[in-house]
């Protein structure tokens, strides 16, 4: 397990676009029969998606949320010494997106940028690089961008992940300040590899018969270039971990639940997360939730959640715990020590 704690660090500004195009779960008549469509909705806890259009990708989204933090902000472009692009739905193999995105933002070329690649636990770990790489002598700023259009590798005859995944794209600005320490936990477990996958790729070549569509468990079509998840063991998985895993930060941060104000949890499923702060006895008005009108927005959803449901809530300081778990298998929390984050509003693309 790798603990971290970091000071004099913390996030400045947040913000977060998401497609206009909105998709409801209740017109999923022709893949859920209709008299199982409200208790699919009340157990998921996803009313609606928005879903972008098929030449909109997360890096798109993730350049607006850039443009308007940094707008609403006053940064200038040349003060940012890296750029981080967390997605597992980038523009291409190669090269990597965040270099496009360092061009199109108009930032330095002596700008530091690479990607990481991660499943829904992917933004505590890519806040925890740009928490590090802000620490170090020389680097001021960084801005971290998270976005994911999962609705591109999933199937809309999938009647596991189709009722479950929305498309968003958000903005971090991580840089040096007067703020407290911030510890992460990070947890991987590789031997769950199969749980969530896509299995076309460099393991097994994508070929003509990779593109075809298939029938697979229980009736759910997708071809290998999609993403397959088994929901019981990611359920199974995520209680016995996440829990465990925000108790031990508890105790390693010499803290209580009621230290903190506000427990963000990656945002998978409304009946996991309700099992969650029962297991934890925290008070639900401490629990921001988006997914009833977002869904399941992978790596995206905790910074999502944070400017959907904390603006104007982060004057001053607050203790901020972070949860999230997905692919690999990996999970995380974080308690992050916030003073003054000014998060703009959701918009549109």
Request: aromatic share 8%.
């Amino acid at each position: 397990m790798a603990t971290i704690n970091f000071q004099g660090v913390g996030i400045k500004a947040m913000s977060a676009c998401v497609p206009p195009g909105v998709v409801d779960n209740r017109d999923l008549g022709y893949l859920i029969p209709e008299e199982e469509i409200d208790k699919t909705i009340n157990n998921i806890g996803i009313e609606q998606r928005r879903i972008a259009d098929a030449d909109v990708t997360a890096s798109d989204l993730c350049y607006k949320a850039a443009r308007q933090l940094m707008d609403d902000n006053g940064i200038d472009p040349a003060s940012i010494d890296v750029l981080l692009f967390m997605s597992q739905t980038p523009d291409y193999r190669i090269p990597a997106t965040s270099c496009l995105l360092q061009h199109r933002l108009g930032l330095p070329r002596e700008t530091m940028c690479f990607d990481i690649s991660l499943g829904c636990s992917g933004y505590l770990y890519a806040l925890s690089t740009a928490f590090a790489y802000a620490s170090m002598q020389g680097i001021n700023r960084v801005l971290l961008l998270d976005g994911e259009t999962f609705s591109k590798i999933v199937n809309r005859r999938d009647k596991v992940d189709w009722p479950l995944y929305g498309d968003a794209g958000t903005a971090t600005l991580v840089e040096k300040g007067d703020y407290g320490t911030s510890t992460f936990m990070l947890n991987t477990d590789g031997s769950g590899e199969d749980v969530l996958k896509v299995h076309a790729g460099m393991r097994h070549p994508i070929t003509a018969d990779s593109c075809v569509e298939r029938e697979r468990e229980d009736g759910n079509i997708r071809t290998e270039l999609e993403v397959f998840m088994d929901g019981m063991d990611v359920f199974n998985f995520a209680i016995s971990k996440v829990p465990k895993s925000i108790k031990l930060l508890l105790q390693q941060t010499n803290r209580t639940i009621d230290d903190v104000d506000y427990l963000v949890f990656h945002q998978a499923n409304r009946f996991m997360m309700d099992f969650f702060v029962k297991k934890l006895k925290i008070s639900p008005e401490h629990v921001p939730y988006c997914i009833g009108k977002y869904g399941n927005t992978s790596s995206a959803s905790v910074p999502l959640t944070i400017v959907s449901e904390l603006a104007g809530k982060l004057d001053g300081e607050h203790t901020v715990v972070m949860s999230a778990f997905g692919a690999g298998l990996s999970w995380g929390s974080a308690m992050v020590a916030m003073r003054d984050c000014k998060i703009s509003p959701v918009f549109d693309y």
